[in-house]
Structures are given as structure tokens and as C-alpha cells.
């Protein structure tokens, strides 16, 4: 969770808070004094000032009060729980003492999993050396997979690279190659969730190679070079309040993959191709910056 916190008293005017988000970009501050936690005021509630033409009035008159808060002592799994259940994009978390401590949103799920998941696959590499089998035991394995990703189906995104993650881990591929892979598909198969109307992302193993082809159905990119650079991104407050939209999609997969191109057209759809070569293995590769639908 994020602990340092830019807070809102009271009798701040929702312009104030306005110029908080636009600062730190954030979509959602917490009214507080004292630790004590009255209120939250979302980029919503700021749009509705604008077009209602009180911007200029105190928080405590417009704020939401009614909040569903998480405990700081909650196992994580909790938090991910009242994500799917309430559908908001963050909440704030108090202590024993019910101060406010600090607030959680999809994006420090995300961060964490993600973080836990090459741990794990580290952790995988060091207890079989890196290495499961002999290279050449590769060479005449062949599957495919094809998985559809539909658009802002957070409920489900993520279980494309899921799957073909325990695909690769039963047949003793090595643990890292498991985890390029596994970040090549997971930021492929967001980026479609966030940004395109939906598509579908395919998997293929064959002559020692994964390839993971990700084609959508629009709305396509304007500027594919500029897509690709770290920190673009067209995601809007929403898409950002949820965790994503960081810009990093398309670069992390760059970073990870051997071969790496992307096709796409303004109104017709995208087409990204990753490919990520077993004997490659023996050369170093750059990790990925964190997860998020670039």
C-alpha cells in the first residue's frame, strides 16, 4: 500500500484537491485530520464540481463518507477480495486504532504479484540449477494455445499468462525462461484488456522457440514508435485509479523477448509478435520495470 500520503482536510476547497491530483496524479484523496479518516474525493467528484460550478467549496459538503476500509493487519488476500467484490479502485486502510495508515489500489496488487511471481521462479531456477532438462529435449516439443481477452475484463485478465506459465512449468522448461515468458504474456494480455476493443492472445512452442502473438480488433495505434517508449500510455483516470496504464506494457515485453515486432493500423487493430528463444538462456536479460497494460 502507499503510505505517504497527500491528504485533505475538511475545509479544503475541492479545488485544492483538484491541483493535488493534477501534481502527483492520483484520481482519489483522502479527508483527513488528525489520522482520523472522514471522507474520499475521487476524480469524479471533481468532474461533477466542474459541471455543477462549485469547485470552489469545501470538501466536507461534497466528499463520499459512506467508505469500505481495509485493516493494515488484513492478509493480502483480503484486499484482493474487496476489489472483486466492491469494484472500487482503491480504499484506504486503517489501523488497530482507526487511523488512517495509508491506501490500497490495483496497482500494489499487481506490483506485489508480480514480485512474488519471480520470486518464485527464482526461486524454481535455484533448486534445479537453472535448468531442467537438456536443451535438445526441446527441440521436438510442440503446443498451442489460444486464449480470447476481452475488453476490461479485469476479472479474468492475467489468467493467459497464468496458464501458460503452468504449461511451460510441466514440462520442465527452464525457470528463466518461465518467467520472460510469463512477463511477455501477462503485459501483452493487459495491454489488450486496457487499451483495445478485445482480442486474442496465442501461445506456441515449437524447435525450441515460445512464441506469444497478441492481435486485437481495434482501435489500433497512431504512433507505434512512440507506444513503445517507457512511460506512454493513453490510459485514462479510471483505467489509472485501477492500477494500470503505466506505460510499460510494450517496453517489458522489448526488454524480455528475442524477437520483437508489432504491426498495427489506426482503426483496424493491433498485431505484437514475442519471441523468446531457448538457447538464449545463457545469455543475460534485462528484467522487467513492473506490470501494468502500458
Not at 130 to 154: H, I, N, T, W
Request: proline share 3%.
Amino acid at each position: 500500500m502507499t503510505t505517504e500520503l497527500l491528504v485533505a482536510a475538511r475545509h479544503t476547497t475541492l479545488r485544492e484537491v483538484q491541483d493535488i491530483m493534477k501534481q502527483i496524479k492520483i484520481s482519489g484523496v483522502p479527508v483527513a485530520e488528525n489520522g482520523r479518516l472522514y471522507g474520499l474525493i475521487s476524480i469524479d467528484d471533481i468532474i461533477r464540481a466542474l459541471e455543477g460550478g462549485y469547485i470552489d467549496e469545501p470538501c466536507q459538503k461534497h466528499m463520499s463518507t459512506k467508505l469500505v476500509v481495509l485493516e493494515d493487519d488484513m492478509p493480502l488476500s483480503f484486499a484482493i477480495s474487496y476489489f472483486d467484490r466492491y469494484r472500487y479502485g482503491r480504499f484506504p486502510v486503517l489501523d488497530r486504532n482507526q487511523r488512517l495508515v495509508g491506501i490500497i489500489c490495483q496497482r500494489d496488487i499487481n506490483r506485489t504479484l508480480l514480485v512474488e511471481l519471480t520470486h518464485e521462479l527464482r526461486r524454481m531456477e535455484e533448486l534445479t540449477g537453472g535448468s531442467s532438462a537438456p536443451q535438445d529435449d526441446y527441440a521436438g516439443l510442440y503446443f498451442f494455445r489460444e486464449f480470447p481477452v476481452s475488453k476490461f475484463d479485469f476479472e479474468n485478465a492475467g489468467k493467459a499468462a497464468t496458464t501458460i506459465k503452468q504449461l511451460l512449468q510441466e514440462r520442465s522448461f527452464p525457470a528463466r525462461l518461465i518467467r520472460r515468458v510469463a512477463v511477455a504474456a501477462y503485459e501483452l494480455e493487459m495491454n489488450m484488456c486496457v487499451h483495445s476493443l478485445g482480442g486474442v492472445l496465442t501461445c506456441q512452442v515449437s524447435n525450441g522457440e515460445v512464441e506469444i502473438v497478441a492481435r486485437d480488433t481495434g482501435p489500433g495505434i497512431a504512433d507505434v514508435e512512440w507506444a513503445c517508449r517507457d512511460g506512454s500510455s493513453t490510459a485514462n483516470d479510471w483505467i489509472r485509479s485501477l492500477g494500470f496504464g503505466a506505460g510499460l506494457g510494450l517496453p517489458n515485453v522489448k526488454r524480455v523477448a528475442d524477437h520483437f515486432e508489432i504491426r498495427s493500423q489506426e482503426g483496424e487493430g493491433t498485431r505484437v509478435r514475442a519471441v523468446l528463444v531457448l538457447a538464449s538462456e545463457n545469455k543475460p536479460k534485462e528484467e522487467s520495470q513492473g506490470s501494468g497494460g502500458g
